[in-house]
C-alpha cells in the first residue's frame, strides 16, 4: 500500500522569504503522480502544483516549485516570496496512474508566514 | 462559476439520528469522491463514484452510504451516526483527462453527540 509522510507538522517563514515543506512517500509502482494542495483557514481545498512521475523536469507555478527526486521518493514544496496569503495546512498527496483519482494524502504541514 | 457546493456546511446531531450530506457539482464531472479530515491523520477517502450508478469503497467506508442517481449529485448518508464519525467531510469531484486535479467543496463540519 502506498504511504505519504510529511514529517513538519508546523513551519514557519517571514513574508518574502523562501519555506521549503518536506514530502516522502513509500510506492512500488512506476507510473504516478503527486501533488501539493493548500488549505487555507477558510478550508476549501486548493491544487497547488502538480508532478507527473514519469516526467524529469521538476514542476513549477509561479512561486511554487517542487524538488522531485524518484530514487528517494522525495517531494518537496517550495515557496518563493512567500506572503501572508501562503498561510495554510499544505497537503502532500500520491496518486497511482489511471486508477480512480483515489488520493492518498499526508498528515499535512501549517505554515505560517509573519510580517 | 465552477463549484462543488455541500450542504449542511456546520451540523450538530446526536448518536442513531440518521442525516444525508448532499453535494452537488455543476462542472459534468464523471469522477466524484468522498474524504473526511482527521486531524493527525490528514484527509481519507470514503466512498468514490466513477459514473452514474456507479460506486465503491474507499479507505474508510464503514458506516457510510453513497448514491449516484444522477452525474450532478453524490450524497453521503450516515444511517446511524456515531461519535467517531465526528469530523470534517470533502466532497470532490473530477474531470479524468487531468487525472488528480479534484475540485473540493468547502466542508461540512460534523459533530456527533
Known amino acids: 500500500a502506498q504511504t505519504v509522510t510529511q514529517s513538519q507538522p508546523e513551519m514557519s517563514v517571514q513574508e518574502a522569504e523562501t519555506v521549503t515543506l518536506s514530502c516522502t512517500y513509500d510506492?512500488?509502482?512506476?507510473?504516478?503522480?503527486l501533488f501539493w494542495y493548500k488549505q487555507p483557514p477558510s478550508r476549501q481545498m486548493i491544487l497547488v502544483i502538480r508532478?507527473?512521475?514519469?516526467?524529469?523536469q521538476n514542476a513549477t507555478e509561479n512561486r511554487f516549485s517542487v524538488n522531485f527526486q524518484k530514487a528517494a521518493k522525495s517531494f518537496s514544496l517550495k515557496i518563493s516570496d512567500s506572503q501572508l496569503g501562503d498561510t495554510a495546512m499544505y497537503f502532500c498527496?500520491?496518486?497511482?496512474?489511471?486508477?480512480?483519482?483515489?488520493?492518498?494524502f499526508g498528515t499535512g504541514t501549517r505554515l505560517q508566514v509573519f510580517p | 462559476e465552477a463549484q462543488v457546493t455541500q450542504n449542511p456546511r456546520y451540523l450538530i446531531t446526536v448518536t442513531g439520528k440518521k442525516l444525508t450530506v448532499t453535494c452537488s457539482q455543476n462542472?459534468?464531472?464523471?469522477?466524484m469522491s468522498w474524504y473526511r479530515q482527521d486531524p493527525g491523520l490528514g484527509l481519507r477517502q470514503i466512498y468514490y463514484?466513477?459514473?452514474?450508478?456507479?460506486?465503491d469503497k474507499g479507505d474508510v467506508p464503514e458506516g457510510y452510504k453513497v448514491s449516484r442517481k444522477e452525474k450532478r449529485n453524490f450524497p453521503l448518508i450516515l444511517e446511524s451516526p456515531s461519535p467517531n464519525q465526528t469530523s470534517l467531510y470533502f466532497c470532490?469531484?473530477?474531470?479524468?483527462?487531468?487525472?488528480?486535479?479534484?475540485?473540493f467543496g468547502e466542508g461540512s463540519r460534523l459533530t456527533v453527540l
Open positions: 463514484s466513477m459514473n452514474v450508478e456507479v460506486t
Open positions: 462542472m459534468n464531472h464523471e469522477y
Open positions: 510506492t512500488s509502482e512506476n507510473n504516478y503522480y
Open positions: 498527496a500520491f496518486m497511482k496512474h489511471e486508477v480512480t483519482d483515489k488520493l492518498i
Open positions: 470532490a469531484s473530477s474531470w479524468r483527462p487531468r487525472a488528480g486535479e479534484l475540485f
Open positions: 508532478q507527473e512521475a514519469y516526467k524529469q
